[in-house]
């Protein structure tokens, strides 16, 4: 991990300058020359407006290359990107600003309106940071020590406060990598981008394009059908979505085929569905399901596509340079999720409570509940801490049970996820008030006040108590129970 | 290089268990599940023997799938590997043999005359091995430590002593890693080994096998015509050559075409002639030049097959997660070549003097000459210490020298490259002699006794002086002028 190699967007603009880095959908290309001269560009100008070296900046931006710009831009000053999910609230933006010991913010355009209610001194939009100076003066980092940090990513947790998984240039690097050695690498492949480059699964394809030379296709917003276009007439060899993604892909498509170039579907975000797969198959679309989490720095465990259908909710074995092990195994094998490996953080940013926790000798511990076949293949049989996938995202119930307590005539609620057709889950609120005054509408638009979208509960169900076991603590499987019964 | 990965082989085996590791000639093939049950069961053969981890094995061995089990077999047990050049006379291999305190020998069984001229106390022929007990008590590597050593390799240098090349894993790994990210990956690569396993370019295909998870068709012994017909039947995508091997293979392949599946010629050793590489793109083999030295772990620099015949005479440009830099430039941009990278060894065993001269704040200072031009491409000018390079074999003529002058009646003596059609170069020998009784059979008889057969010079020229300059350093280069007008 103390491995320096040269700096991976020079060095591959050096070795690849006309090979196009980003295509986009409105025809324009950039190649590797121009992102490192772009990127460098405006390393000087954030260098003018006076970020240096490890100072922590944010990004909140929806797909757009300026984001992948400046993610690189701040490489080359050896500052350490913070990114911001742009679905979430002011007051959840703000603390993780706060958390990460932000110093500059800089934003797209669109989400100005956001920025507004934040309290941070500096904060730049695309265009104001295209307006700044350009001094050169200042000394570009020419190589890369892999054990640098380079992203800060946000992840909720148990506490209901998220968390910022630390990611080195290595652990990026190591996933690049790993994943190359799974899905092998071709000069023709072209990486279809979509999923939200803020979050690590989205990142990983750029990251992964400066590393393989490899061009990819931004996709600014998921549209069935213009994504589909693209798979089949740019020439579009991979795809990572997450399984809702899948579903309308499938649906879309219909009767067309996707060309002989094409290789695959990552897919993120928990085993899909037998019927969905059985679809892909008939379909000849080859899917890799996979599991992984922030602080794995995207998958660690691939399903390869020939194994789909005979592994039915597996989700495959570690990548070469991982491992995986279950712990504390009851009887029918099950226990919990442990990794290992290069790909895997070394921690949270500034916060030793949750960092004393997180390792056992060397192997992460996920949380997850999971067991291996006879042939080692993984299972996953419960998320960490009633984690529920809502569309590819993380939903942490205690989160949303915090915000929601905060209601005067809320005596207490528990959150769990409801199974649903398009999403895999979404969250439902058990609620016990103190009076009947309180309507679901209320409590809905509360949480809207407080939540990102995707966080809100769908449907609030009013209860007298909640279901607790002998030691006090909320039976949530329980409450699930109730929930299958009353669809 | 702290970093810590599941064994390779292990791995690999858990991975791809039924896909073939090596191929061979006679039609058997080692599936990666049988070649990680063989190094083990031979790892705990060797453990029984008395040999521990942190042990130096040597192994004496042609190109044989036994040597590469008794390498991985070494790993399993953390010992280090020093790989020993078949070629050499019993006193060259004693003095590596002492050099690196290898407390054990393995041999191929061919090789029985040779080990018996030699002082060591322990020594196994591959058929002992297979005789001894296993003992399964001791614990095999799970894990590989990428900093921990894996291998040793001798190579000679200006003093005429050879020096141990340490290689770690995590060498080898980023070899293996950044050729991936130059050639790309195919699940249906197969690359044929020929080139003697004992050399670094040899070693690291069956390397990039456990690491790819790609078969590797093995042939013990080059021969144009089998090759090829291996190359054009068996599915091969690629092979490693050096010059004189691309040459033959060309001229058997005749009007005959390889498959389109066949990738392309990794070729080592020293730029190939204008001549062969338009041979090469009328017959459509793609060849890939190549630089890079026992220090490197293999090739460093790399010319793709596209710029082969622009760039004739160039070897490229540094691979992704290496660096290249030309130093103490003269007027012409010609300097000596330095390199940087995670493939660089960390330094000769046990050798302080020459380690001390080895880096330059992190640079490894190649010694050879070169310039790099306006698009970056390296142009080796000048061989480090007048290195010859003879049908891919180092030769130095600093150690051929001291052999000569022992002979009594030689009074001093002078050994350069000489062009030649079939090895690229051989070595000559100027000779002043003290009586005239010395005969140009007798020189060669005795630098025979003492010297493998590819140093022994090929030619004695007697000479009544040596040119010397004013600082009486022998000059070289007129010698070699000399060789040109008598030729």
Same sequence: chains 1, 2.
Avoid at 151 to 164: L, Q
Avoid at 316 to 337: C, F, M, R, W, Y
Wanted: charged letters at 20%; a negative charge.
């Amino acid at each position: 991990m103390n491995d320096i190699i040269p700096h991976w967007l020079t060095q591959q603009a050096f070795i690849s300058s006309h090979v196009p880095a980003i295509e986009m959908e409105n025809g324009i290309n950039i190649t590797f020359s121009e992102l490192q001269q772009r990127s460098q560009q405006t390393a000087y100008q954030i260098a003018a407006y006076g970020i240096q070296e490890g100072a922590h900046v944010a990004i909140l931006s929806k797909n757009d290359p300026r984001m992948i710009i400046t993610i690189h831009a701040l490489s080359y000053l050896g500052a350490t990107v913070v990114l911001l999910n742009t679905r979430l609230t002011p007051a959840e933006l703000q603390y993780q600003i706060d958390d990460a010991n932000v110093s500059l913010l800089i934003y797209h355009d669109v989400f100005i309106d956001k920025v507004k209610q934040l309290q941070i001194e500096n904060s730049l939009s695309f265009d104001e940071v295209k307006r700044l100076n350009i001094e050169t003066g200042v000394a570009l980092k020419e190589e890369i020590r892999l054990s640098d940090p380079f992203t800060i990513i946000y992840t909720s947790g148990t506490t209901g406060f998220p968390k910022g998984v630390i990611h080195t240039y290595g652990n990026h690097w190591w996933s690049a990598i790993s994943s190359a050695l799974n899905l092998g690498l071709s000069k023709a492949d072209k990486w279809l981008a979509v999923l939200p480059f803020f979050h690590v699964g989205g990142l990983s394809i750029f990251l992964k394009s400066v590393i393989y030379g490899m061009p990819v296709y931004l996709v600014e917003k998921f549209n069935a059908a213009m994504v589909n276009e693209a798979i089949r007439e740019k020439q579009v060899t991979i795809i990572s979505v997450v399984t809702v993604m899948l579903q309308r892909l499938l649906d879309d498509l219909g009767v067309k085929r996707y060309p002989d170039t094409f290789r695959g579907m990552l897919l993120g975000g928990g085993p899909a569905p037998e019927v969905l797969l059985e679809q892909a198959k008939e379909k000849q679309v080859p899917v890799f399901q996979s599991y992984g989490m922030t602080e794995t720095s995207s998958q660690i465990v691939t399903l390869s596509a020939k194994d789909a259908l005979r592994k039915i909710g597996s989700s495959g074995k570690p990548l070469l340079s991982a491992q995986l092990k279950i712990h504390n195994k009851t009887t029918d094998g099950v226990g919990e999720i442990y990794v290992k490996g290069p790909m895997v953080t070394t921690g949270y940013y500034n916060n030793d409570t949750a960092n004393a926790n997180l390792f056992d000798k060397g192997w992460l511990k996920t949380g997850d509940l999971g067991h291996i076949d006879s042939e080692g293949f993984l299972y996953v049989v419960d998320r960490r801490n009633d984690l529920i996938i809502s569309g590819g995202e993380n939903v942490y119930p205690t989160e949303i049970e915090h915000v929601l307590e905060q209601i005067p005539d809320i005596r207490e609620v528990a959150v769990v996820g409801r199974k649903d057709d398009t999403w895999g889950e979404v969250p439902v609120a058990y609620v016990v008030c103190e009076s009947e005054a309180l309507t679901e509408k209320c409590i809905i638009d509360y949480a809207h006040k407080h939540l990102a979208p995707y966080k809100v509960p769908k449907q609030i169900l009013f209860i007298n108590q909640l279901p607790r076991n002998a030691s006090n603590k909320i039976m949530r499987h329980q409450l699930k129970a109730m929930l299958h019964t009353k669809r």
